[in-house]
């Protein structure tokens, strides 16, 4: 990366604004250095990632096994079983299909393949829901397939990572995150959507394009930042292997062909996760270039379309 493509980049982000972009910043680093541009006049500004979260859910994740935690004297893992957590809840989901709900591990989870038929508890599902019941409504909501078998984008799979690790750990989630992750890379100025007693988990996480680089760094890195060992190599590899063959609906420079750990998955290597707003955190480990664009409430299609200089 230099200057001049770089600015090339700002230019046609800028020229999309029009088309309803609301891009607040852009992070290009690579080992020729870090290139920075705030679209606003705040230096920048904290925004909400949206989908991108799931990433960072998972990168805490993965340390907490690193750890040794434990759930009820369950070594967290993959194959950690998650109806046991859940007991009061067992009688929402049909019987017919109560043996996929045993079935459901941390794995499904992390990878949206528990079993639903689609995807659920995104904003619009949330909306006038009542958030202290949101439970019920995930664990209502019927397993049509057996857990590894379909994959179904999700929100509802975080949430219940959520539940988790306040029922069972005594913290919420966003203290958990900056506990194992987040304050080891230095990134203490966040913040969390709550539904009800629980962070959403797979959305609502705000914070800047800067320390969003630096997360994306550490993926770069195996897991690595400034000499320090914060997550397993391993869980990184886990979180950058496709666990399950998909597409995603972008153009060319970014079509995913598999799903990781939070993580899309692209042929040569390269892997991201976005949100709906037009937020994107990118990593080329080919040419060891992490890339940050940061909107508000942008076209998620037009800002990977405006990024293709940056790939």
Not at 8 to 28: E, K, W
Not at 87 to 107: I, K, M, S, T, Y
Not at 148 to 173: D, K, P, T
């Given at each position: ?109 992390l990878t949206s393949t528990t079993g639903h038929a689609e995807g659920f508890l ?105 000499g320090r060992q914060v997550v397993p190599a391993s869980w990184i590899e886990r ?47 080919r040419t060891e270039t992490v890339i940050v664009a940061l909107a508000e409430a ?14």
């Amino acid at each position: 990366m230099d200057q001049e493509r770089f600015d090339r980049v700002v230019d046609r982000l800028i020229a999309a604004r029009p088309d309803g972009l609301r891009m607040r910043s852009l992070v290009v680093s690579d080992p020729g250095g870090e290139f920075v541009h705030d679209f606003t006049a705040v230096r920048s500004p904290m925004v909400d990632l949206r989908s991108i979260t799931k990433a960072v859910v998972a990168l805490a994740v993965g340390a907490a096994v690193a750890d040794g935690a434990c759930l009820r004297g369950r070594p967290l893992s993959l194959d950690l079983p998650i109806w046991p957590y859940f007991p009061e809840f067992v009688g929402r989901q049909p019987e017919a299909n109560r043996e996929h709900l045993h079935a459901v591990r941390l794995r499904h989870l992390l990878t949206s393949t528990t079993g639903h038929a689609e995807g659920f508890l995104f904003r619009q599902d949330v909306a006038g829901r009542d958030r202290e019941a949101l439970l019920d409504y995930i664990f209502a909501r019927e397993l049509a397939h057996a857990p590894g078998s379909h994959f179904a984008y999700s929100n509802a799979g975080w949430y219940l990572i959520s539940a988790m690790v306040r029922n069972e750990l005594g913290v919420g989630l966003g203290n958990w995150v900056g506990d194992l992750v987040l304050a080891k890379l230095g990134i203490t100025a966040v913040t969390w959507v709550t539904y009800g007693r629980y962070e959403a988990a797979a959305t609502g996480l705000s914070m800047s394009a800067v320390d969003l680089a630096t997360v994306g760094r550490l993926l770069l890195a195996g897991g690595v930042h400034q000499g320090r060992q914060v997550v397993p190599a391993s869980w990184i590899e886990r979180m950058r292997y496709p666990a399950v063959r998909t597409s995603s609906a972008y153009d060319p420079g970014l079509r995913a062909h598999g799903y990781g750990l939070g993580l899309w998955i692209c042929d040569g290597g390269t892997y991201y996760c976005d949100g709906t707003g037009g937020q994107f955190l990118i990593v080329v480990p080919r040419t060891e270039t992490v890339i940050v664009a940061l909107a508000e409430a942008g076209d998620t299609l037009t800002v990977s379309r405006c990024l293709h200089d940056a790939l």
